[in-house]
């Protein structure tokens, strides 16, 4: 046994060392792509869920405050529902992702509401076909839930402008909980803010990326 280690260390060394060798390239490419990519990549930024929730003729986008570099929480009251009023019509933003990258796509979305005032579906798929074909803005890494009271998007950066089933929408890494709940809270005789409030709640209780710290905003036509 031992005399089977030492050649088959000596023939590790000499396919190491033999320039031509297929086998020294094959781990010196694993090394280079796997090892030192991952050297170099940033941590992930995880987390958040947002939750929008329509009912009897209100829209609640309720989201909470966590933001974690890595498994590490950075923040926990941040605020990432915001209300802008484009053109003096009020709408209701909810992102998950980068913070930088989904700032530079509401001002976008702000500016197509401003030379379109009113046209929510009309400014959404405009930016999601700029956020699509840019090749800056493709790299952009963001969710966003808007709404103006009446309807309720999500757009993504492939392109999609999604207006849910069953008035509910949610995005992050805690959305499919708060959605679960909030489809099971759906026809009960709750409001919307108290089913937007008690899906986020359940969220946190199971995302590891999401806190009980709220931002709700609501707007109805």
Not at 88 to 93: L, Y
Not at 155 to 163: C, H
Request: charged share 20%; hydrophobic share 45%; proline share 2%.
């Amino acid at each position: 046994m031992a005399l089977f280690c030492k050649l088959y260390v000596i023939l590790f060394r000499y396919l190491l060392l033999d320039p031509s060798s297929l086998i020294r390239n094959n781990l010196l490419n694993y090394y280079e792509k796997n090892i030192i990519m991952e050297q170099k990549t940033f941590p992930g930024w995880h987390g958040t869920t947002i939750i929008g929730v329509k009912k009897n003729g209100e829209v609640v986008i309720a989201g909470d405050g966590q933001v974690s570099l890595g498994n590490t929480v950075i923040k926990g009251s941040a605020r990432k529902v915001r209300r802008i009023s484009p053109g003096g019509h009020d709408i209701i933003c909810g992102f998950a992702g980068s913070t930088a990258d989904a700032f530079t796509l509401l001002e976008r979305l702000e500016a197509k509401l401003e030379a379109s005032p009113g046209q929510l579906a009309k400014a959404s798929i405009s930016l999601a076909k700029d956020w699509r074909m840019d090749k800056y803005l493709r790299n952009l890494e963001a969710m966003l839930i808007v709404t103006d009271g009446s309807d309720i998007f999500v757009i993504t950066g492939a392109g999609d402008v999604l207006e849910p089933e069953h008035g509910i929408a949610s995005i992050g890494s805690g959305g499919n909980f708060a959605l679960a709940a909030a489809r099971a809270l759906i026809d009960s005789d709750q409001d919307a803010e108290t089913i937007a409030r008690k899906s986020l709640s359940i969220a946190a209780e199971i995302c590891v990326y999401t806190n009980g710290n709220m931002t709700v905003e609501k707007i109805s036509k």
